[in-house]
């Protein structure tokens, strides 16, 4: 079993909750820009009639077409803790054309709704990075294949940002006790 971190939200993943709880190093992505891509993870609106459209860090590592099943935790560093958010079963990874995001995305006017969520710096800086699609999307999972969680704890995890990292026992442990939102 694996895990990957995605940018802390406190909106559900629907849309960017702001600067509380994530990093400020100018060497992240949410510390430069304010917002991470996965905070559009759980939206609707980036479904089509079977598969959910999003971003998870870590995946671009893997070969285009490979599926994992991994579990999402965000860390708050206002609290300093780590909260389970969801386990996502089949994940495949994309590539851009894999996805036909251009169609996706634009021809169907989601970018203008993903815009609503950012601050006139951060749409500027996002339109620059959109160009690349694989930077905004690179994963597709089946809406029914979402575990939500909402389970908070302290414990030093051994993470390196943009991995996909194996857990360990004590991540184990408090998977098997979290109740299921």
Same mark, same amino acid.
């Given at each position: 079993? @694996? =895990? +990957?971190?995605?940018?802390?939200?406190?909106?559900?993943?629907?849309?960017?909750?702001?600067?509380?709880?994530?990093?400020?190093?100018k060497?992240?992505?949410?510390?430069? @820009?304010?917002?991470?891509?996965?905070?559009?993870?759980?939206?609707?609106?980036?479904? #089509?009639?079977?598969?959910? =459209?999003?971003?998870?860090?870590?995946?671009?590592?893997?070969?285009?077409?490979?599926?994992?099943? *991994?579990?999402? %935790?965000?860390?708050? %560093?206002?609290?300093?803790?780590?909260?389970?958010?969801?386990? %996502?079963?089949?994940?495949? @990874?994309?590539?851009?054309?894999?996805?036909?995001?251009?169609? @996706?995305y634009?021809?169907?006017?989601?970018?203008?709704?993903?815009?609503?969520?950012?601050?006139p710096?951060?749409?500027?800086e996002?339109?620059?990075?959109?160009?690349?699609?694989?930077? *905004?999307?690179?994963?597709?999972?089946?809406?029914?294949? *979402?575990?939500? =969680? #909402?389970?908070?704890?302290? %414990?030093?995890?051994n993470?390196?940002?943009?991995?996909?990292?194996?857990?360990? #026992?004590?991540?184990?442990? *408090?998977?098997?006790? +979290?109740?299921?939102?």
């Open positions: 079993m @694996h =895990y +990957a971190r995605i940018t802390y939200n406190t909106l559900g993943y629907q849309k960017p909750s702001g600067a509380q709880g994530k990093s400020t190093d060497k992240t992505f949410e510390g430069l @820009h304010g917002f991470g891509w996965e905070e559009w993870l759980f939206n609707p609106i980036f479904s #089509d009639a079977i598969y959910r =459209y999003g971003f998870i860090q870590g995946f671009q590592d893997l070969p285009y077409g490979e599926f994992q099943n *991994i579990y999402l %935790l965000s860390y708050d %560093l206002s609290k300093t803790q780590w909260t389970l958010k969801a386990r %996502l079963a089949k994940v495949e @990874h994309l590539d851009a054309a894999a996805a036909g995001l251009k169609t @996706h634009f021809d169907k006017g989601l970018w203008s709704t993903m815009k609503q969520g950012l601050n710096k951060q749409i500027k996002a339109e620059a990075l959109v160009k690349n699609f694989s930077n *905004i999307v690179n994963v597709r999972f089946k809406p029914e294949n *979402i575990t939500l =969680y #909402d389970e908070t704890f302290n %414990l030093k995890l993470y390196r940002y943009g991995q996909l990292v194996k857990m360990n #026992d004590k991540l184990k442990s *408090i998977i098997k006790t +979290a109740k299921i939102k």
